[in-house]
């Protein structure tokens, strides 16, 4: 395989061709040219389709059109070549909030031939740092509100990488120290000479968490890029021009960026971004926009469903639900409070997007859906032999989009033989319609998001307190499961309030907040093998 980057890090730490997947193109729409920049595809051709005045993006900041975004990020990518030395294959850290200038960023990394790195912004400079060395960053863009634990990390790194920063939506833009890109945008011209890139060459790092906590990069080309745009929204969800997307996956997601970025683009729509986006700050934007689609997961349905917040008059019309299962009660709740029949998927980082769903009228309850159009499933037992209709295995799935792991061992666990094995263990019924089981290992599913218990483990033993300490996922009508900790604190240590608050804190103040263990018990020892490993099982029972 080809590439045209100059910067050939990810194309050297491809995985042997043995061990990646088996990718099929069997729908018409799927055959793409050699050569092709999905930023081009999507933004410089909806200009071309006339969508040029069409409003693309609201905040509460401003409102910007198809052109407007089209000249932010082309002024960019000016900066990021002629300023910042971006040579193409490099890779650029992303670091905001849903915002417009994190999307404008997005589209110039990938115009100039880089290759965009999306963090959340809840991270903090430890987790940054594992980023930063496993993709080997050259440069970051981040908002200026979030500089902090960047520069931490920066310092961290020992100025191995991240050698280019650069800020937006700076408060202080006396402060020359720091490079603004913003600011420097402003007189860069809005043209920009497009980089010539191959289809197959990576635009996309995705990074998601390991059960060790170790993160995997996955590799994503820009020929992935617009498969999801092909499959999942044009045969499910189904969109006009006329939609408002509103929802609050951040764009570091790609189940963000795919739903609040790609597919209102691709479909000549419109997307109200939320910088915040909790379930009332939801509800408050679904009425401010008259937003008619929208993507969140479970746990929001759910809260605005039981608190009576949202009802039949709603200007939704099409409701996602990805990142955990969904409850049938919750799918249940919500049309009965909205009369709207939740559109269920499930995606992975590495397959990009969603591959198995259902539109409104394909609903059933209890199941997650039937294999998108474009993409292959079917239930495996342990050797990799495929398993009768009715019995639980592992599920496995081929399309356009598929695993490669940026040099990483695990890469020949997830592929077995040219299948993806997504770690979910499923079920398939007589009428091809797949229901979730459980995951297969020991990953916490919680409101979304994944969660490493060894990653907290590591970090409650950090607590001058803690002398052991185990985390399973514990089921939570809330929230799916929340990550409780089983903990054995050091002789003479009181075990009451303030000690789980001070344990709690310290996790915060470590980790990304949503990790930390919201429940904790005190126990006098941890059930284990006689080789001395913990039973998680019988701690989850």
């Known amino acids: 395989m080809k590439t045209a980057h100059l910067d050939t890090f990810v194309h050297d730490n491809l995985p042997p061709a043995e061990l990646q997947p088996e990718f099929i193109f069997d729908l018409p729409e799927l055959g793409f040219p050699t050569e092709m920049n999905c930023a081009v595809e999507l933004l410089d051709l909806a200009i071309s389709k006339g969508f040029g005045e069409r409003i ?22 000016n900066v990021l070549k002629n300023e910042l030395d971006l040579v193409p294959g490099n890779r650029v850290l992303l670091r905001s909030a849903n915002t417009p200038e994190m999307v404008a960023a997005w589209f110039a990394v990938i115009k100039a031939g880089g290759v965009a790195v999306a963090t959340m912004p809840l991270l903090r400079s430890l987790e940054l740092v594992q980023i930063i060395e496993k993709a080997q960053v050259s440069h970051a863009i981040c908002d200026h509100a979030l500089k902090d634990e960047l520069l931490k990390a920066q310092v961290e790194c020992k100025s191995k990488y991240l ?9 202080e833009p006396q402060q020359v120290s720091l490079h603004l890109l913003d600011l420097a945008a402003k007189s860069a011209p809005k043209i920009f000479e497009n980089f010539a890139c191959f289809a197959t060459d990576c635009c996309i790092l995705a990074f998601t968490s390991g059960t060790t ?37 951040p764009i570091a997601f790609t189940f963000g960026l795919g739903g609040l970025i790609l597919f209102p683009m691709r479909f000549g729509s419109s997307v109200a971004l939320l910088e915040k986006a909790s379930p009332k700050d939801l509800l408050i934007g679904i009425k401010k926009y008259k937003a008619t689609v929208l993507f969140t997961a479970p746990t929001s349905y759910r809260q605005l469903a039981l608190e009576g917040l949202i009802d039949k008059g709603t200007s939704l019309r099409k409701c996602v639900s990805a990142g955990e299962a969904l409850p049938g009660p919750t799918r249940a709740l919500w049309k009965q409070a909205t009369g709207i029949e939740i559109i269920d998927g499930i995606g992975t980082t590495e397959m990009l997007h969603i591959f198995i769903s259902a539109s409104e009228d394909e609903a059933l309850p209890g199941a997650t859906g039937k294999v998108v159009k474009g993409y292959k499933a079917c239930i495996l037992d342990d050797n990799g032999d495929e398993l009768p209709t009715g019995e639980i295995g592992h599920l496995a799935v081929k399309g356009p989009t598929g695993c490669r792991y940026l040099n990483d061992d695990r890469q020949v666990k997830y592929i077995k033989n040219g299948w993806n094995i997504t770690g979910d263990a499923y079920l398939m019924d007589a009428n091809g319609y797949f229901h979730y089981q459980s995951r297969t290992d020991d990953m916490i599913i919680s409101s979304g998001y994944n969660i490493a218990g060894p990653e907290i483990e590591a970090c409650i033993l950090t607590h001058p307190s803690v002398a052991e300490c185990a985390v399973v996922g514990e089921p939570d009508d809330i929230r799916g499961a929340i990550v409780k900790a089983f903990v054995i604190l050091k002789t003479s240590i009181i075990p009451d309030e303030s000690c789980i608050k001070s344990i709690q804190d310290h996790v915060k103040s470590q980790l990304a907040p949503y990790k930390y263990p919201r429940k904790i018990e005190f126990v006098q020892s941890l059930p284990r093998t006689e080789t001395g490993k913990i039973q998680r099982f019988k701690l989850r029972q």
């Open 213 to 249: 906590g170790v993160p995997k990069a996955t590799i994503h080309s820009h020929r992935d890029v617009m498969s999801i745009c092909t499959c999942w929204p044009q045969y499910v969800l189904k969109p006009k021009a006329s939609d408002v997307f509103i929802g609050s996956p």
């Open 163 to 171: 050698v280019h920063l650069s800020f937006f939506n700076s408060r």
């Open 56 to 77: 693309f993006i609201q905040c509460d900041r401003f409102t910007w059109t198809y052109q407007d975004l089209l000249d932010k990020a082309n002024q960019m990518a």
